[in-house]
Nanobody, 120 residues
Framework: QVQLVESGGGLVQAGGSLRLSCAAS????????MGWSRQPPGKQRELVAA???????NYADSVKGRFTISRDNAKNTVYLQMNSLKPEDTAAYYC??????????????WGQGTQVTVSS
């Protein structure tokens, strides 16, 4: 069993910053793709940022220049630094990881979500 535990969400004023963290634990053999998605109320979940095991990154156009994704392989942790936050960034944020377990199964895992609310 693998768990992703998120932290760092909260309430922040427009223009402020937050740093989200997501640590993976459990029967992990290898972590491949890691990323962050978000789901505003009443809308579909959308990819925000992704990072490969080699460090290549991709961002949604809406967050380019404001958000930065990074990972600490030694800690099995992915981060999302969010700067210049806007009210439209308000959403439940979910971390995701494609993980090969010690049983050599490749599966997609999701955190339970952390709420980010940006006030105007």
């Amino acid at each position: 069993q693998v768990q992703l535990v998120e932290s760092g969400g909260g309430l922040v004023q427009a223009g402020g910053s937050l740093r989200l963290s997501c640590a993976a634990s459990g029967s992990i053999f290898r972590i491949n793709h890691m990323g962050w998605s978000r789901q505003p109320p009443g809308k579909q979940r959308e990819l925000v940022a992704a990072i490969t095991s080699g460090g290549s990154t991709n961002y949604a156009d809406s967050v380019k220049g404001r958000f930065t994704i990074s990972r600490d392989n030694a800690k099995n942790t992915v981060y999302l630094q969010m700067n210049s936050l806007k009210p439209e960034d308000t959403a439940a944020y979910y971390c995701n990881a494609k993980i090969t377990t010690t049983g050599l199964r490749l599966d997609d895992y999701w955190g339970q979500g952390t709420q980010v609310t940006v006030s105007s």
